[in-house]
């Protein structure tokens, strides 16, 4: 009789144990669905969601927040897309501090934070990745979520085993789930394909001038540090190559190749006539010959194993002790934001956006991130 009832009561225990467990661990779940607040300054005029563009995305998980500047005098009008890719930070968290700085004095901003919000909401399988990053501000720490590349099969299932864009080209099928393969999307497609489709609304129906794709790739991939232009923004790219350099970074021109298709920097450029770029920042944790994934390493930079490789001449720019830091990246995203602002005022003063209290990209290599965020909530 004693062995039955302590067999029951270890039953018990385990089934409890299992409850706690399951309990913790599907809130952690559910909250990866919430997205961190973002504190928008005051020069804000608008905010609204992108399925005010496209109304049949209201309601789903590719739904997302769009930030709205203008300034007192008319002008040009810019489209910046942050998170494109969940698991390149550096583009999500550019987008938070132009959010929480800027104020307008001529022309439009339209600021999409979390472009594919989907793929905030769950990790890379099997690659070890935190859920989240820390960033150290006077106030405390912010924590922004380190999402996957590919849209949450949650949300869209099953994958093709060959995918087909809308833009004609044959691809993997786990493609269907990647934004920056998906434009110009379709109304009636998957659901990343209906957001591609919003966001070429919005182009169209906000008259957009100048389109900007922020990105991060690992330091290993040959098209990093640069300026990735439609032929169109050609001479806007080389003459903003020209201020980013002045600054003191490293970067380079490419063009947008014409027979890859499905990609931001094309189907702008082709479907709505909008002058598209796209920029790469160099990004350790998004490679494939760093070491143990972590939050440090997201925003220090730092990796032995890249220092190794950078010294056997395997990388495609320098990587030496310090790391490559999530300031650093950040700062290059707004070196090249304020250098493409200039560009397109020198070139076509009509459709010239001033906008002021962008923060000064040497000050955040400097001062770090934090200075320049919002307190945390």
């Known amino acids: 009789m004693k062995e039955i009832k302590g067999n029951k009561l270890s039953a018990a225990f385990f089934f409890l144990l299992t409850l706690t467990v399951c309990f913790f661990s599907g809130r952690s779940f559910l909250s990866l669905h919430q997205p961190e607040a973002i504190f928008p300054g005051p020069g804000l005029t608008e905010q609204k969601m992108l ?8 309601n789903t998980p590719g739904d997302t927040a769009v930030y709205f500047f203008r300034g007192k005098e008319e002008g040009g009008r810019v489209l910046i897309l942050g998170g494109t890719h969940p698991n390149e930070p550096a583009g999500l968290v550019t987008a938070v501090l132009l959010i929480e ?5 001529r022309g ?18 099997q690659e070890g990745n935190p859920q989240r990053f820390a960033v150290p501000t006077p106030s405390g720490q912010r924590l922004f979520r380190l999402g996957s590349r590919l849209t949450n099969p949650v949300h869209q299932w099953p994958d093709p085993a060959i995918y087909v864009n809308p833009a004609g080209q044959k691809l993997s099928g786990m ?9 110009p999307g379709r109304a009636k497609g998957n659901l990343t394909e209906k957001v591609a489709w919003a966001v070429m609304e919005l182009i169209r129906r906000e008259n957009i001038d100048l389109g900007i794709d922020l990105h991060e790739s690992a330091p290993e991939y040959p098209v990093i540090n640069a300026i990735v232009f439609h032929e169109n923004s050609s001479e806007l790219a080389a003459l903003a190559l020209m201020d980013i350099q002045a ?11 014409a027979n890859l298709r499905g990609l931001s920097h094309r189907e702008w450029g082709d479907h709505a006539g909008v002058k598209a770029i796209l920029l790469e920042t160099p990004n350790a944790s998004h490679g494939r010959l760093k070491g143990k994934p972590s939050s440090s390493l997201i925003v220090e930079g730092k990796d032995k194993f890249y220092t190794r490789a950078s010294r056997l001449g395997w990388l495609f720019v320098p990587y030496g002790e310090e790391g490559i830091p999530l300031s650093l990246r950040v700062a290059r995203h707004l070196a090249g934001v304020e250098a493409l602002l200039a560009s397109l005022e020198a070139l076509e003063p009509e459709k010239s956006v001033i906008c002021g209290n962008i923060p000064p990209p040497h000050q955040v290599i400097e001062k770090g991130l934090g200075p320049f965020l919002h307190p945390p909530d």
């Open 247 to 257: 600054q003191g970074f490293d970067i380079r021109l490419e063009a947008s190749p």
């Open 101 to 105: 700085n800027i104020r307008l004095e």
């Open 51 to 58: 399925s005010s563009y496209f109304p049949a995305l209201k």
């Open 108 to 125: 439009s901003l339209f600021i999409v934070p979390r472009a594919n919000a989907s793929g905030f909401s769950h990790s890379d399988p």
């Open 175 to 183: 493609e269907a789930r990647n934004l920056n393969r998906c434009y």
